[in-house]
């Protein structure tokens, strides 16, 4: 439990100092759209995920894009708590993404599908 409280603070601190243009907005404005319409939703491993197939190449580059932020605030993370960069992942997703969910937002628990808040 100790443990999971440091990974979660140092990957909040991680995101407190990342600067705001690091995930560009229309990157951040085409998931946020993406997960309203239920195509992208919040994976357990702390990733984005396409809850539907998508054929749209500027959405999966979004996805892709932020995949890639949240990838090297994990790998921060873990460096810091000598843990993995999985269990920086799964930690962040347990104790900050699912408080973010929003109603009709998709997420997929650790070996379970694709459900709706």
């Known amino acids: 439990m100790r443990h999971d409280l440091s990974i979660t603070a140092a990957v909040l601190a991680a995101l407190a100092i990342a600067p705001a ?3 560009a907005m229309d990157a951040k404005s085409a998931v946020d759209a993406a997960k309203a319409q239920g195509v992208v939703g919040e994976q357990a491993d702390g990733f984005l995920g396409f809850v539907k197939p998508s054929s749209d190449t500027a959405l999966k580059a979004a996805v892709q894009e932020i995949n890639d932020g ?3 605030l994990y790998r921060q ?3 810091k708590n000598g843990v993995s ?3 920086a992942g799964a930690s962040a997703y ?3 993404v699912q ?3 929003k109603p009709g937002e998709y997420y997929k628990p ?3 599908g694709w459900t709706k808040k």
């Open 77 to 79: 993370a873990a460096a």
């Open 85 to 87: 960069v999985e269990a």
């Open 110 to 112: 650790t070996n379970g």
């Open 99 to 101: 408080a973010k969910l």
């Open 70 to 72: 949240r990838a090297g």
């Open 94 to 96: 347990t104790t900050i």
């Open 21 to 23: 243009a690091a995930i």
